[in-house]
């Protein structure tokens, strides 16, 4: 359908108005009904119908039209009531952080800085330990059985990490 001029007037199936619009087809068949676009033309016993771009196009702005004034209705109209909405949002912010069920950004960032830095600097040490401890060993699997140990043990360490 890409490429091809439409006709405003000529009949069209859900699906290729859908690629005209740029909507999936189920969305659009929803929206179809929401706004009460009547169908132009029916074939095959009822079921496929067939509209016009234009009726389409006139139901769907009519629809977001119905939809934005639904939302202005729900917006707080006044200079007073957007403040108080602001009032009332910062109150129950501030209950959730005495609640501790909210955490300033800084706080998680500083943390999480804290807990990759104790884990970099603890990995980083591993060959300093371990490289005394393999020459001992000359055998590839106990030196690796000793490094996992070793990683295992860092690693679990670090999981009892306070929260």
Do not use: C, W
């Not at 006709?7 to 690629?19: C, I, Q, R, W």
């Not at 729900?74 to 955490?103: F, G, S, W, Y």
């Amino acid at each position: 359908m890409r490429g091809k001029k439409h006709g405003l007037y000529e009949d069209y199936s859900v699906t290729e108005l859908g690629a005209v619009f740029g909507i999936a087809t189920n969305s659009l068949k929803d929206k179809i009904n929401k706004a009460n676009v009547e169908p132009s033309k029916i074939e095959g016993n009822g079921k496929r119908k067939k509209y016009r771009i234009y009726d389409v196009y006139s139901g769907l702005m009519a629809l977001k039209e119905k939809e934005n004034a639904e939302k202005s209705l729900e917006e707080p109209r006044t200079h007073k009531e957007r403040l108080d909405m602001l009032k009332a949002e910062e109150q129950e912010m501030i209950n959730k952080k005495l609640k501790n069920q909210l955490v300033e950004k800084d706080e998680v960032l500083s943390e999480f800085t804290s807990a990759l830095t104790k884990i970099k600097t603890r990995m980083l040490l591993v060959p300093k330990k371990m490289a005394p401890r393999a020459i001992e060993l000359l055998d590839a699997v106990l030196i690796e059985d000793e490094m996992e140990t070793e990683i295992r043990q860092i690693l679990e360490e670090l999981s009892e990490y306070d929260t």
